[in-house]
């Protein structure tokens, strides 16, 4: 016994060296094949003893990797409310310590949602809009690219993500198609969380503070960079607390919620943007857990210990 145990031990210690000489491209693990729905995000894991870095893209948008334990990297990807569905491709980029950098690619399929349709009337007029108001929206829209156009190159958040508000109800209003007095508008790129108005609404995680305002449509607004192309935004805020430049923890207070903006009463607009798709924030909630992260695995044992 003790000899097959040393004979194990030697070949166990030979196939740790093995990368090295070259087998290394075989040993690495990831999905064969991906799919999320319009709006939703899944999780992609990659491993061999010798990564150390992955980079990936889908489309013309990088999909950040982070690291998730030795030889281990994890990417949250998902589809934008209105990506057109079919077939995609996830392109990575595998680097090791020994090897010239790798290329794979992971299939991708993007399924269609369905989305509730809404339809209302409101009285004609409603949204037309002054010529200065016009010129308003445009430079808000303008602030938001900027906001959007840079995101820290590092992870900035830890798992999980939490809920802004003390909301309870999970089915979200993230995608419902919208036709007013009969033409079709833009979907609803946010899930509605109901709260009173003077509720504390919290970072959903650590990030730094990229867009503070009082918007036409989104009024009192917080976006917050959680770096690698995510973001989340909170709308419709009153009394802001945080200034753009801050770095926030998760669970700091943003802003208290209100009814500012476009809107007939007073809720939070909870919203999520990663490498420019426009996500259902929900899913962070629900597809980000701590197990995927060794980090907070670790952060969580040094909370409890105190
Ligand atoms: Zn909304």
Known sequence: MKALGLLLFV??????????????AARVAWPKTAEVFQGEIVEIKVSGPDLVAVEGRLGK??????????GSFSAIVGADVEAKPGAAKLSLKLSGWSRVPQQREIPFKIKAKTFRKESFSVAP?????????LEQIRHER???????????????????????VP?????SSFGWRRIINGAPRAPHTGTDLSSPAGTEVVAANHGKVVLVGDFFFAGGSVVLDHGGGLFTMYFLLSDLKVGEG????????????GATGRVTGAHLHWGARLANARIDPLELLSKVSAADSGREVETITNKTEK
């Open 11 to 24: 070949v166990v210690f030979l196939a740790r060296l093995m990368p090295a000489q070259g087998a290394g």
């Open 61 to 70: 948008e990088k999909i950040y990797f982070y690291p998730n334990g030795p």
């Open 125 to 133: 007029g409603f949204d037309r809009m002054t010529p200065e108001a």
């Open 142 to 164: 303008e602030a938001f690219a900027r906001a959007f156009a840079a995101s820290a190159p590092e992870r900035l958040w830890d798992a999980p993500f939490i809920r802004p």
């Open 167 to 171: 909301h309870e109800a999970s089915a």
């Open 246 to 257: 801050a770095l926030v923890q998760k669970g700091d207070v943003l802003a208290l919620s």
